[in-house]
Each structure stands twice: as C-alpha cells, then as structure tokens.
C-alpha cells in the first residue's frame, strides 16, 4: 500500500471535513433560509440597456413610473437602472402581499442592491442582469441601498419600497 505521511493524510481528512462542511453550509442557507444567488440571466450591452427597442424583452427603456408592472394578481416585477448616484425608479409602492421580482442592472459602474427586511441583496453589474424574488407579507417602507462603492456620490444611492396596507 501506498505510504502517506501522517500530517499529510490528516490535512487530506481534515480538507474533505472542511468541503463536506461547506457544502452542508450551501445546501442549509439554500432550503432553510430561502438563499437565492443573483445569477446573471443573460449579458446585455450597458450602452444601449435603457435605449428603446434595444432589449423588448426588458423594461429598463420604458418610462420610470411604469417600470413596476402587473404580471398576475399581487405579481409584480419591477425593472430598477442603477447608475451613479440613483436608482431608476427610487420609490415603489405594492399592495401588501404582493411578490415582487426585483430585476436590476447598472448603466456604468459596479453598484449594489440591498433591500431591508428581505434577503435580497445582490451586485448591480453593467452588461448582466440581476433578478431576485421576494413576498412582503406586511405593510410598511423597506429601504434600499447600493452596497458597493460606486464613486463620490455612493452614499446618496438609496430608495424606499413601500408596502401600502
Ligand atoms: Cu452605487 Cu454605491
């Protein structure tokens, strides 16, 4: 039998312990906790992302107060542009026990997108689109901020879903 040296054999044991861990980790945070990964749908040219007739398939070219759209009874998706130092719409309003699915991307540079009360939190990127889902089971203002540094105007990159009763 192939001789292993003791110290290497326990870093192989522990290594294997450590990935199982990790794996467990992802497979807990996915189905016990509703962790969903921003996973980029589809690349798109930032350029033209908000020029009408570019991207049909999207809404980012539509004017802002209709890019919260009706898709089914209490569903919603809404089509957020990022870009420094504002998010296209800034401010939401659902009827409480709406599920809204929050499609984002960014026109220029690196921005982030986190949404308070929910898990939704993910990198805007120019050129990928982010989609991510969430129910909002009661009333209220939820804030949302860009979490990535994104130049001088970073911390005035906000707005509010309002979950009207
Ligand atoms: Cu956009 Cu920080």
Redesign the pocket.
């Known amino acids: 039998m192939m001789h292993i040296d003791a110290r290497e054999r326990n870093f192989i044991i522990g290594t294997t312990i450590l990935l199982l861990i990790f794996g467990a980790a992802v497979l807990v945070s996915s189905f016990a906790f509703g962790f969903q990964v921003p996973a980029p749908i589809e690349r798109i040219d930032p350029k033209i992302v908000a020029t009408p007739g570019s991207y049909p398939q999207y809404h980012w070219s539509d004017p802002v107060d209709e890019r919260l759209r009706e898709i089914a009874p209490n569903k919603y998706e809404v089509y957020i542009l990022?870009q420094?130092?504002n998010y296209q719409p800034s401010q939401i309003r659902v009827p409480v026990g709406s599920t809204v699915t929050f499609y984002l991307t960014s026109k220029d540079v690196q921005?982030?997108f986190r949404l308070d009360g929910t898990n939704i939190n993910m990198m805007v990127l120019p050129g990928e689109i982010g989609r991510l889902t969430a129910t909002f089971d009661e009333a209220g203002t939820f804030n949302f901020v860009?979490?990535?540094?994104?130049?001088v105007g970073?911390h005035t990159?906000f707005g509010q879903l309002i979950v009207e009763p």
Do not use: L, Q, S, V
């Open positions: 990022a420094a130092w921005h982030g860009c979490n990535e540094y994104c130049g970073h990159m």
